[in-house]
């Protein structure tokens, strides 16, 4: 079998966001250069990714010349200054990046973004906020994750209903419409688990799917854990 190719990414703005994108990047053991006019964030950065450059980012030029056209993923951090984040989204949009994801400040700052072309842009803050109040109101439900506007990933707890059972006897593909991708019990991790293989109380699924699958899941999910509260 092929060894599958690593995909190559750019970190452009060295803030809070781009400083732990950097680094969570890395932990997977993806192959990350990062862009930066502060010398010092770019000397803090470089143990944690594959090129640090100090150079301004607004700059044409500077994006041609260190390939940026040739990486899979450009994510642009530089929400705080709207109008280089602006420029830069286009450039590497114009330059041929095939995916850009920008960080934006807020709606109307993201309205701008989409319009001139960026492929995901997200408002860390409202992403955050989501995520908590989900996490509130469905104590089962660990993550959501969306990747369009139709399809995402849900991390639950085990539901009471499933635990000792194996993926084959639940038969989630035709009884709920959603795959399970990923198990994590404790420090392994299960990807692409086996017909066979049978869900614990503790383990945390990772499940794709339809948006109106996962809800209708994540709902069925909690119930089964208020239930056993009460």
């Not at 079998?1 to 993806?30: D, S, W």
């Not at 862009?35 to 450059?53: F, H, L, W």
């Not at 044409?60 to 260190?66: N, Q």
Request: net charge negative; aromatic share 4%; hydrophobic share 45%.
């Amino acid at each position: 079998m092929a060894k599958a190719i690593k995909k190559q990414y750019a970190v452009i703005g060295l803030g809070r966001f781009g400083i732990a994108l950097t680094r969570g990047l890395n932990a997977e053991g993806a192959e990350v250069l990062v862009i930066d006019s502060d010398p010092d964030k770019v000397n803090d950065i470089e143990p944690y990714c594959t090129q640090a450059i100090c150079a301004d980012a607004t700059d044409e030029a500077v994006l041609e010349k260190i390939g940026i056209r040739n990486l899979d993923v450009a994510v642009v951090c530089m929400a705080g200054d709207i109008e280089a984040s602006i420029f830069v989204t286009l450039t590497c949009k114009q330059l041929g990046v095939p995916q850009v994801i920008t960080k934006a400040q807020n709606d109307k700052h993201r309205h701008v973004l989409k319009k001139i072309g960026a492929d995901m842009v997200i408002v860390p803050e409202e992403e955050m906020g989501a995520k908590l109040a989900a996490n509130l109101v469905k104590p089962n439900m660990i993550e959501v994750m969306s990747l369009s506007d139709n399809f995402r990933i849900v991390e639950i707890k085990t539901p009471l209903k499933w635990q000792h059972k194996t993926l084959i006897q639940l038969n989630l593909r035709n009884t709920e419409k959603v795959s399970v991708i990923l198990v994590k019990r404790g420090e392994e991790i299960i990807v692409t688990p086996a017909a066979d293989c049978e869900l614990l109380p503790d383990d945390i699924l990772v499940i794709a799917g339809t948006y109106t699958d996962t809800k209708r899941l994540s709902a069925k999910a909690t119930q089964t854990v208020l239930d056993t509260l009460e």
